[in-house]
């Protein structure tokens, strides 16, 4: 019997199989949706960070959402990303939140690098003793911002020596610290135990803001003994969720050339590195940064030659960025200038000489401009003219080698003659100096 079925029907009616996706398929679906996930869930966390930045203690985002070594950064740099040692290190000495009711510091303290968490609570980094062979790095707390210290455990680490070593440190929380430079060493039970983190070159300088912490990592360093922080011919950016122990490069936030320390400073808003005759900028979550192209004619010398010398001093504020550097050509007598810009860097103002030999730059929110320098602290309320701020007692000898605001009221400055075994605090927005013993 003859089929009178259209051929092309039956072939429309027939039942198809849909062919297989390729292998990895749905893996590959399955991690760029938690990738989407985790950046989302950072991304909230950062700007709720803003809001909060005031409290003590911040929420956590969890740790290990966005893991990866980097590759190829810009400027040519390979390397792996900083990893914390497993090895549980003692810290010798009670947490900071016990600040105020422990032992007394270590006798002859030579304080190097201050920290506060908030207007009260505070740690300060430094040596003691002769460096044997038995590490010689000590701290000290505060709870009441300056007027009482008491010994709190420090890393078990030596001075800073080519590539190891410790010489500054920076809370975060009563809990999450670091103590770096060139070395790098972590803690999350507010120095009771740390953990040394393997890098791939010295610590040049460490940021924390939010949620997260960032690091400047220099590479190819040459330089011996304490001064490790020259001859390094490239930099990279790595930053980490302050509990996580997973740390990342960020991306185009690297190059040939130095860096230096104090050239990394974040703000809730936004974080920005100065580092070979360029700026650097992006968010405070785990977002790529990006070179910033100053316009000019009016853009500062120092941001548009890789050939310039520092200093570059640093400080962000709310609605401004200011820069401290010199302001002529290298072939000319080279003075130091203050700028300003209002678009995170885009665009500049000059704003006037700044003081001869500045080492430090502060913003105090909602207040003045504080600046250290090698002869003493300066002040400026419209960001054009400098006063001499108010020491009590005499100044010290080789000035002030940084300062830092906590509030509008509070500040610290750290002498460069550690030996005098002291810092100096103000409670008046930078007017007066106090000093504070560590003792």
Not at 23 to 49: C, D, M, Y
Not at 88 to 107: C, D, E, I, N, Q
Request: proline content about 10%; some cysteine.
């Amino acid at each position: 019997m003859t089929d009178h079925r259209d051929p092309i029907e039956a072939w429309l009616s027939a039942d198809v199989e849909p062919l297989s996706p390729p292998p990895g398929t749905f893996e590959r679906v399955h991690r760029r949706a938690r990738r989407r996930k985790a950046v989302r869930t950072i991304s909230a966390a950062a700007g709720a960070a803003v809001i909060v930045a005031a409290a003590a203690t911040l929420p956590q985002v969890a740790s290990g959402l966005l893991t990866g070594q980097p590759t190829n950064l810009n400027g040519g740099f390979k390397g792996q990303a900083p990893t914390e040692s497993g090895r549980v290190l003692r810290g010798y000495g009670p947490p900071l939140s016990k600040a105020g009711s422990g032992p007394s510091p270590a006798a002859n303290f030579r304080p190097t690098s201050v920290t506060f968490v908030d207007n009260r609570l505070g740690a300060v980094l430094g040596q003691a003793g002769s460096c044997g062979p038995r590490p010689c790095i000590v701290m000290a707390g505060t709870p009441d911002y300056g007027r009482r210290w008491t010994k709190i455990g420090a890393p078990p680490a030596g001075p800073p020596d080519a590539s190891s070593g410790v010489s500054q440190v920076r809370f975060l929380s009563a809990s999450n610290g670091w103590a770096y430079g060139p070395g790098l060493y972590a803690t999350h039970d507010g120095g009771r135990t740390w953990r040394r983190i393997n890098h791939p070159g010295r610590v040049l300088d460490l940021s924390t803001v939010g949620t997260r912490v960032f690091a400047v990592i220099g590479t190819g360093c040459t330089s011996t003994g304490p001064d490790f922080a020259t001859g390094c011919t490239g930099f990279a950016v790595y930053s980490a969720a302050a509990r996580s122990r997973q740390w990342q490069a960020v991306t185009a936030a690297s190059g040939t050339g130095p860096a230096a320390p104090g050239g990394l400073q974040l703000s809730g808003d936004g974080g920005f590195l100065v580092a070979s005759g360029r700026l650097y900028a992006g968010p405070v979550s785990a977002g790529a940064w990006h070179p910033v192209r100053a316009a000019q004619p009016a853009a500062p010398p120092c941001l548009i030659r890789s050939s310039a010398r520092g200093p570059w001093l640093l400080a962000p504020a709310a609605r401004a960025v200011y820069l401290v550097c010199r302001s002529s050509p290298p072939t000319a007598r080279q003075k130091l200038a203050l700028y300003i810009s209002p678009d995170r860097g885009r665009t500049w103002q000059a704003r006037g000489a700044a003081p001869a030999a500045a080492t430090s730059l502060a913003v105090s929110p909602g207040g003045p401009l504080v600046l250290a320098t090698t002869a003493g602290i300066y002040i400026s309320r419209d960001a054009r003219t400098w006063q001499v701020a108010k020491l009590t007692g005499p100044a010290p000898n080789g000035g002030f080698g940084f300062v830092g605001m906590t509030t509008s009221a509070n500040g610290v400055a750290v002498p460069a003659n550690s030996a005098l075994h002291e810092i100096f605090i103000t409670r008046d927005g930078g007017q007066t100096w106090r000093p504070s013993v560590i003792r």
